[in-house]
């Protein structure tokens, strides 16, 4: 039974009482961490030079900090309501500032994207490891503490802890650092503080309470991180919605969070819950010309619905699930899942359900405890079955346990069989995050639809090894969706870092589900990469010729996909994949590939670009989508936004003054809009107001107003 304390400074002692002051700490990647234990940790070893602290985590997350006094005016507001009682990690605050300590050392995985690019201390410290291997990297650190957020609840009868937003490697991690401490080999610790938000989750989230040595339950109540989701642009719903014609009914599906992760759920949502609108937009695009849709995919509502295999769990599977499209569900036993393939449960369960198991050697005639628990997990005998003796008793009924008798499995016929299979799962996830609306939903679910979303170890997510035919099974016409940053005209992907070495964020798990999606027979490796980006305020084409930096090789290419098309590259030669390529490509940039791709010998002199891949210009797109997006058919935030709509106009205008004057010097002012800037709209004053400048009272202050009364003017709102 874990020991509770009901503050840091105390569990803290307990911790250098039992390990000592040399301590390496194991903690999970993004809502995971134990902030509070993790805080007056670091402040020990800040104070005492004796105690060596090693840190080994990913994706730390902080508060934004704004970069300007006029974006704390917009910042600070959204900040407390959003992220309130959640504090900043000190080792995080530490790093920012590379001012961390010898004593103290922080090794990462993976970067909030962009955070670390000119800090040298974080990029030298960053270890690039597949996911599936960051358990292996966690036990060569011989860690020996770990520090978890944790829920409580009852499960099956007890009081149980809960790890559900992380059980990606803290469920192994726990196991084998038990077994360390059993052998003998060094004295670990599992601590766990504890959170009133964290939502219970199900799956091997549920953690005994002697599991953990100690754990922090305070009144203090820290509020789950939670960034605010970020607005759909119209190539991100142009690629979404091109991804959501690639899933096939009855397949699997990955994708990740961000705009991106948006864009796909709400398309696959739209397919199914309003099919015309959905297959206007789709023609409107041109997403079925030259696309993969009747071999890989389809357009029609879903009738047996997808299964979720995911890394990480974000709002827009729950979304799925809520509309009924994350629905087919699977079974974590490969007999049960193979015979619910075969439909053998299809008319509900009956004494030959009993005679399929008996002849797959599942059950033996003599049933004994092991095999009641089991039957009772699936459904297949009723929850209120007892075993005692060798009989079953239920319902006032005692009857023999023994499928070989007539007069028992009549009795059992009559009285033990329950209604229907039970147990299925309609997605497996390693970790969660996302909006706190995403964790309210969570929370709000029933305990019956909560177990369907089921938390496990990325071992079992990211990779095929270990219970194979299960995952082969589950894992039909899988689609792992994932966003690279730039693609090369021959199908290499940079996703997680720079041409000269630096780490924009990691590799995560994306190599795992790529890789895993040519291992499944009918898997398929799905890649979005927004065709260009801004580059000191001008278009770069993130297709390229040729780049510093891979994550993914180009012998692994498979799908890519642009806001322009869908390029289908296995199998394909290495011009006719550069064709392909180019076809998606901003059109601003198609000649330049071509002549590079001449030039190198990779292309035929002769060949030349289709004339219907000429015109991928970001005005197509947006003429194609605006209608809808006017319509409320795709909007900017499909699923909701924690920014009031002032919020996310001002949020877009200064991102759009930012821009503007990124090279220096004042933005370029349509002439229309000077005057607003000096006679303010009345429509502008409840954007003032929100900034505090209505009734400016210093020079700055009058500075300002005119400044975000243009902005918002630029941006065709006054």
Known sequence: MATTYDDPEAIVDAILDELGTDIVVGTPLGIGKANHILNELVDRALAD???????????????????????????????????????????????????????????????????HMDNPDAQQ???????????????????????????????????????????????DLIASMREARERG???TMVVGERSEEMPFMYGDAPVPTDKFDAVLDSDTETTLFGPPNEAVSYADQAIGLRVSTLLRDGGTLQIGI????????????????????????????????????????GLDPFEEGLYGATEMFVQAFLELYNAGVLSREVYDDPTIQRLAEEDVFAEGITLETLDRLLAEGTLSPDLDADDVAFLKQWGIFSEDVTYDDDRLQVAGESIPANLGRSEARSAIAEHALGDSLSGGRVLHGGFFMGAQQFYEGLRDLSPDRRRKLAMTSVQFTNALYGNQELKRRQRRHARFVNTGMKATVTGGVASDGT???????GVGGQFNFVNQAHELDDGRSIIMIRATRQSDGEPESNIVFNYGHITIPRHLRDIVVTEYGVADLRGKSDAEVIAEMISIADSRFQDKLIEQAKDAGKLPKEWELPEDARNNYPETIESALAPYRDDGALPRFPYGSDLTEEEQALARSLQGLESAVGGGGLPDISARNLPKALFTPSAALPYLDRMGLASPSTPKEFAYKRLVTLALAEEGLL
């Open 49 to 115: 030079p004796e105690i060596e602290l090693s840190i080994w985590t990913a994706l730390t997350l902080s508060k934004p900090e704004p970069g300007s006094d006029l974006e704390r005016r917009l910042l600070d507001p959204i900040l407390d309501r959003l992220f309130g009682s959640y504090p900043n990690l000190r080792y995080a605050e530490l790093l920012d500032e590379q001012e961390l300590p010898e004593n103290i050392e922080v090794h990462q995985f993976y970067f909030p994207p962009g955070r």
């Open 125 to 171: 410290a960053h270890h690039s490891v597949n996911y599936t291997h960051a358990l292996r990297a966690f036990r060569e650190a011989e860690p020996n503490l770990l520090l978890q957020l944790v829920g409580a609840g009852e499960y099956e009868g007890e009081m149980h802890y809960n790890i559900g937003s992380n059980t990606d490697i803290s469920h």
């Open 258 to 297: 961000g705009s991106l992760g948006d864009a796909i759920g709400w398309a696959t949502q739209l397919r199914h819950t309003d099919n015309d609108t959905y297959r206007d937009i789709i023609a409107d695009i041109d997403a079925t010309d030259g696309s993969l849709v009747d071999e890989l995919g």
């Open 185 to 187: 080999e060094r004295e």
């Open 499 to 505: 041409g000269d070495g630096r780490v924009v964020s």
